[in-house]
Nanobody
Framework: QVQLVESGGGLVQAGGSLRLSCAAS????????MGWFRQGPGKERQFVAS????????YYADSVKGRFTISRDGAKNTVYLQMNSLKPEDTAVYYC????????????????WGQGTQVTVSS
């Protein structure tokens, strides 16, 4: 049974930082491309960042470029999202997801999803 478990969300002031983690189990981690998505209040889910299974290719939404960094630790079957210089508009539920084929800024569907972790940025 595949499980993706996010953690690290919380309440932070604007300008602060958070690091989200997503621990994967029940799958061969190295076979999957990893991604982070978010859904803000009253908004549709949107792409945030992705990382290829080789670790060599990343994509970021324009709104987070230069502030967020996605990374993975194969030994721990974990993907991270380091979020710096957070803004109130970053407030959302953040989901990690995996897909065998590439995840890009146009991707809306993935093979597996986590349950989400809430990030709230106060002004």
């Amino acid at each position: 049974q595949v499980q993706l478990v996010e953690s690290g969300g919380g309440l932070v002031q604007a300008g602060g930082s958070l690091r989200l983690s997503c621990a994967a189990s029940g799958l061969t981690f190295s076979r999957y491309n990893m991604g982070w998505f978010r859904q803000g209040p009253g908004k549709e889910r949107q792409f945030v960042a992705s990382l290829s299974r080789s670790g060599g290719t990343t994509y970021y939404a324009d709104s987070v470029k230069g502030r967020f960094t996605i990374s993975r630790d194969g030994a721990k079957n974990t993907v991270y999202l380091q979020m710096n210089s957070l803004k109130p508009e970053d407030t959302a539920v953040y989901y990690c997801a995996v897909r065998v084929i590439t995840i890009t800024i146009l991707t809306m569907e993935c093979d597996y999803w986590g349950q989400g972790t809430q990030v709230t940025v106060s002004s």
